[in-house]
């Protein structure tokens, strides 16, 4: 059974940084894409970023307030994915989900329904 646990939400002041960290088992992702997605409050899931363990495939969300040039995802190993998150803002404020496809489609999906396995959700809190 694949599980994915999340790790590293809280409480920061806004420019703050927190780096979240998601470990997967059950499974081997080393080819599959593994990302971050988040959902503020009355708000829809969104995607943030994902990549490909050792392949240099890398997207991040490409929105109004986008975390480009803030958040930096990375892959330590094929089963995990942190995401660094740099001068956080208020909105920001979300639940943070890790989420692992299991076979790759020859493009880094955006989208939450080409996941196919998530983890819990972790908090993160920006305040001002």
């Known amino acids: 059974q694949v599980q994915l646990v999340e790790s590293g939400g809280g409480l920061v002041q806004a420019g703050g940084s927190l780096k979240l960290s998601c470990a997967a088992s059950?499974?081997?992702?080393?080819?599959?894409?593994m990302g971050w997605f988040r959902q503020a409050p009355g708000k829809e899931r969104e995607f943030v970023a994902a990549?490909?363990?050792?392949?240099?495939?890398?997207?991040?969300a490409d929105y109004t307030n986008s975390v480009k040039g803030r958040f930096t995802i990375s892959r330590d190993n094929a089963n995990t994915v942190s995401l660094q998150m740099n001068s956080l803002k208020p909105e920001d404020t979300a639940v943070y989900y890790c989420?692992?496809?299991?076979?790759?489609?020859?493009?880094?999906?955006?989208?939450?329904?080409?996941?196919?396995?998530w983890g819990q959700g972790t908090q993160v809190t920006v305040s001002s």
């Open positions: 989420a692992a496809e299991d076979g790759y489609r020859g493009h880094v999906s955006r989208s939450q329904s080409d996941y196919n396995y």
């Open positions: 990549t490909i363990w050792n392949s240099g495939l890398t997207y991040y």
């Open positions: 059950g499974s081997t992702f080393t080819n599959y894409p």
